[in-house]
């Protein structure tokens, strides 16, 4: 069974950093470009950040450039958002997903999620 699986999210305090992983089980990430989603109640999904199968190539949405950073280790089948200056408004739940490319954020799988919670 093809799987993603995100790990490390949990509560911070504002100005704090957290390191998602997001790990595949039954298949190999390193064909697929891998791109980080979040979405807070209430609002759409939206794009964070991809980056390509070779990790050559990265995007980032205008809210999170300079702040997170996308990178991924193909020997151990993960890829990780660093995330750093956190404020309120990056609550959501994050969510990884694998697609053939970055441009236009095309997804074929997605990962169940996993919550962030920047609060004092």
């Known amino acids: 069974q093809l799987q993603l699986v995100e790990s490390g999210g949990g509560l911070v305090q504002p100005g704090g950093s957290l390191r998602l992983s997001c790990a595949a089980s039954?298949?190999?990430?390193?064909?697929?470009?891998i791109a980080w989603f979040r979405q807070a109640p209430g609002k759409e999904r939206e794009g964070l950040a991809c980056i390509t199968s070779s990790g050559g190539y990265t995007d980032y949405a205008n809210s999170v450039e300079g702040r997170f950073t996308i990178s991924r280790d193909n020997a151990k089948n993960t890829v990780y958002l660093q995330m750093n200056s956190l404020g309120p408004e990056d609550t959501a739940v994050y969510y990884c997903?694998?697609?053939?490319?970055?441009?236009?954020?095309?997804?074929?799988?997605w990962g169940q999620g996993t919550q962030v919670t920047v609060s004092s």
């Open positions: 997903a694998a697609g053939p490319y970055c441009s236009g954020y095309v997804v074929d799988y």
């Open positions: 039954g298949f190999s990430l390193e064909n697929y470009a």
